[in-house]
């Protein structure tokens, strides 16, 4: 049995790019039960740390063509905005 994986850097930073989002949703979770102020305030700090660091994972991705995207029509970012702007219009 060949216990000697290799990895590649695409491999990498997929791995990278999954365990962000995870944390991510952790400090979610975290800051909308935290009910001590100061702690909410380091789970936020941190969150948006963490958005940066997989953004950063992300673009770098993106640039070496192992994460595929495609660019939204600016009708469909305008209905997505009206759409939850009511929504939170209405709560």
């Not at 944390?23 to 700090?45: F, H």
Request: contains cysteine; charged residues 20%.
């Amino acid at each position: 049995m060949n216990n000697n994986v290799q990895l590649t850097d695409q491999d990498i930073m997929n791995d990278l790019l999954t365990m962000e989002k995870q944390i991510t949703s952790a400090y979610n979770t975290g800051i909308t039960e935290a009910s001590c102020q100061n702690l909410r305030k380091t789970l936020t700090d941190n969150l948006l740390d963490t958005q940066q660091l997989q953004y950063t994972i992300f673009d770098t991705m993106k640039r070496n063509g192992w994460y595929q995207t495609k660019d939204a029509q600016t009708q469909d970012v305008n209905n997505a905005k009206n759409k939850f702007t009511n929504i939170k219009n209405q709560l």
